[in-house]
């Protein structure tokens, strides 16, 4: 097997214009804004990527069926833009791995023609919070302004140690080949997959790309998220009350 394997399903001559980051990371932000995207805008399969550098295991289907993990790429045809997006099981589980697995998509995203490159993640905060801010970080500083008016915030120390994996990789290693690159992270406490927080980063990138989606499904699974967290905030004071009751 070689390092990294790139299959395409079809022999075509695909093009896209954008591309959108969404491999699984901190709360699982940006996987549930692609995957949303995906679904809600039929995007088409159009490539597999396999590699020695995701974890040494197989997934088992619903049905027990084993395979081996896979990033995948998918493809959207609008009518204002043409969209590649990168999803997958996982990012890599070492230092080389990430950056000649982000090698690699920055090669199939020129082999497509792509001119943006969107990544989307999580911004770990350690709490549950209520207002949630939607950071963000650009490779050239022209772009900021557009970013901002969508609702984009810049601060000077957040995220304090960088973007790690792909979502940072793809910007800088993007600005060598002249890719532009934004990255999108909504704050989340990390502990939880946070539905919510990909709603927030899904209605900027909404306005920065210039597509409605309907946003229900997640907007649901938010709601969803949002009652199990109560519950387990109601679980913990009721056993606290108990130990103080106790102690008395």
């Known amino acids: 097997m070689h390092d990294i394997t790139v299959d395409f399903l079809k022999e075509e001559d695909y093009a896209c214009d954008i591309m959108i980051e969404g491999l699984p990371g901190v709360g699982q932000v940006g996987k549930l804004v ?145 890719i532009e690159g934004i990255c999108l992270m909504g704050e989340t406490s990390g502990y939880l997959v946070d539905p919510k927080s990909s709603n927030c980063v899904l209605s900027i990138l909404s306005k920065l790309i210039g597509i409605d989606v309907d946003a229900t499904k997640l907007q649901e699974r938010a709601e969803e998220m949002e009652s199990f967290v109560e519950r387990i905030k109601e679980s913990e004071k009721s056993t606290s009350e108990e130990e103080l009751s106790y102690i008395g």
């Open 34 to 178: 692609a995957e949303h995207l995906i679904e809600e805008l039929g995007a088409e399969k159009i490539a597999d990527i396999h590699s020695i550098f995701f974890p040494p295991q197989v997934l088992l289907s619903e049905t027990g069926v084993a395979y081996l993990p896979s990033n995948e790429i998918y493809r959207y045809e609008g009518e204002n833009h043409s969209i590649m997006f990168l999803v997958g099981d996982f990012q890599s589980t070492s230092s080389e791995g990430h950056y000649l697995l982000t090698d690699t998509y920055l090669e199939i995203a020129e082999k497509l023609g792509v001119k943006r490159i969107y990544t989307l993640g999580g911004y770990g905060v350690g709490h549950l919070i209520e207002d949630i801010r939607v950071l963000a970080a650009v490779n050239d500083e022209k772009l900021k302004e557009e970013v901002e008016n969508a609702g984009g915030i810049f601060t000077a120390n957040e995220p304090g140690g960088g973007i790690l994996g792909a979502s940072g990789l793809l910007l800088g290693m993007g600005a060598r080949r002249d």
